[in-house]
């Protein structure tokens, strides 16, 4: 049973453009949500989260979006760089993001010059 | 500030042999958890500890098993490996109600 859902495994992007990923989730008692980023050979670095009492957080050039109804998320990755390639976990937990974290499968993004 | 760090980074074992993965947390942090991730998969959680007790578990089998130190390092053992247990494990710390998890490089444990 995949509690959360990444249904695209790649995407490409040009470089300058917007990348955007995006997440589904089941469960209703999730209400942290987190995205990671992982370089081959290297553990996930932690990217942006937020709570389920926002719909959007922004840190640089990173935003997420949250549809509570859809149980729905999205990174948006404006403008994307070169850096950016890698693959992008969406994770969720029912606390703070620092309790048990059930990932999704991940996306493969690659930034074209 | 010092990162998560794990030991070794790559190991290769024979199915039913016992194996023990190594973590240490990042300085400050009080709370160790472990992840596996398949080839393809995103991690899934193994169980988590906190002030060297277990603190929650996912649906792993009992002969995956845990120890934190007082001095917050950690330790994941797996006995009777099973070729399925080939995976990247990833230790991940925090501070107790404190996001986000801060994931070590992960040890490669291949099972032939």
């Known amino acids: 049973d995949q509690q959360v859902k990444q249904n695209s495994p790649s995407l490409s992007v040009q470089e300058g453009r917007i990348s955007i990923l995006n997440c589904d989730y089941t469960?209703?008692?999730?209400?942290?949500f987190l995205w990671y980023k992982k370089y081959p050979a290297e553990g996930p670095t932690f990217l942006i989260s937020?709570?389920?009492?926002?719909d959007k957080n922004e840190d640089g050039r990173f935003t997420v979006f949250l549809n509570k109804s859809a149980k729905h998320l999205s990174l948006h990755i404006v403008p994307s760089q070169p850096g950016d390639s890698a693959v992008y976990f969406c994770?969720?937990?029912?606390?703070?993001?620092?309790?048990?974290?059930?990932f999704g499968t991940g996306t493969r993004l690659t930034i074209i010059p | 500030e010092t990162g998560v760090t794990q030991s070794p980074t790559h190991l290769i074992k024979t199915r039913g042999q016992q194996v023990t993965l190594r973590c240490s947390s990042q300085s400050g942090h009080n709370t160790v958890s472990w992840y596996q991730q398949a080839l393809g998969q995103g991690p899934q959680f193994i169980f988590q500890y906190y002030r060297e007790e277990e603190n929650g578990r996912g649906n792993f089998p009992p002969r995956f098993s845990g120890l934190q130190f007082p001095n917050y390092s950690s330790e994941l053992n797996v006995n009777a490996l099973e070729l399925d247990d080939s995976a990247l494990y990833l230790c991940a710390s925090s501070l107790a109600d404190s996001a986000p998890l801060h994931f070590g490089n992960g040890t490669r444990l291949t099972v032939t």
């Open positions: 994770a969720a937990s029912g606390n703070f993001g620092n309790e048990k974290l059930t």
């Open positions: 469960n209703s008692m999730f209400d942290y």
């Open positions: 937020i709570s389920s009492i926002k």
